[in-house]
């Protein structure tokens, strides 16, 4: 089997939204509304003691073990693959936004007919990948995975901060760090199983 995940090392993301830029152009998300992206970077400034330390910290869907959207979903439009991936068919999707609702990581966003419209503009009636309004959310990248490729904001991480590989394969450097148990991911206590994990330093021996 496989079951695909992804490692973020917080350490060494620098903050440049390469992986925004490269999953926006990849996926054809509304780059024009700064609240539709399939991943973000936040930037945030931590206090400690009398010194603030500023952080990255990229988000995205969550790809859970257990996804709550995929439960609420009335249409079945939102679905979990064998792979761990889960994804959202636009055809079927009506928009109620119950999976928006649902997910604890506020990775979900609707595309509606004004983004559709705009992206024809953006892209060209021949190359434009959405036509229908829907939910819209990471995928990791499905089409290029289909090709033998890791994920856009994988292969354009100018740090190397993104990791993606096969929990499933002993071999993969995400299996191993996340053997570890010194990666973590987030809001683990709602039993939502997520498959992104965060780690602040890899560890020596396996890099």
């Not at 992206?37 to 003691?49: A, H, N």
Request: hydrophobic share 35%; proline share 7%; aromatic share 10%.
């Amino acid at each position: 089997m496989t079951k695909y995940a992804m490692l973020i090392n917080l350490d060494t993301c620098v903050g440049c939204n390469a992986c925004m830029a490269a999953c926006a152009m990849e996926n054809q998300t509304p780059v024009w509304n700064p609240e539709k992206y399939r991943t973000y970077v936040y930037d945030e400034e931590i206090e400690i003691g009398d010194k603030f330390l500023r952080q990255f910290f990229p988000k995205l869907c969550n790809h859970c073990d257990n996804p709550p959207c995929v439960s609420v979903c009335p249409t079945g439009a939102t679905w979990k693959e064998a792979n761990g991936i889960v994804r959202v068919n636009p055809d079927i999707c009506m928009g109620c936004q119950a999976c928006a609702m649902a997910c604890p990581y506020d990775a979900r966003y609707p595309a509606d007919s004004n983004d559709i419209d705009k992206g024809l503009g953006y892209y060209g009636k021949d190359f434009l990948k959405r036509t229908v309004p829907s939910i819209d959310k990471c995928d990791f990248c499905y089409d290029r995975l289909q090709q033998g490729l890791d994920p856009a904001c994988v292969e354009t991480c100018v740090a190397h901060s993104r990791i993606f590989g096969d929990l499933d394969n002993p071999n993969d450097l995400i299996t191993k760090v996340v053997a570890t148990g010194k990666a973590q991911g987030l809001l683990t206590e709602l039993g939502t199983g997520p498959n992104i994990y965060y780690i602040h330093k890899l560890p020596e021996d396996l890099v």
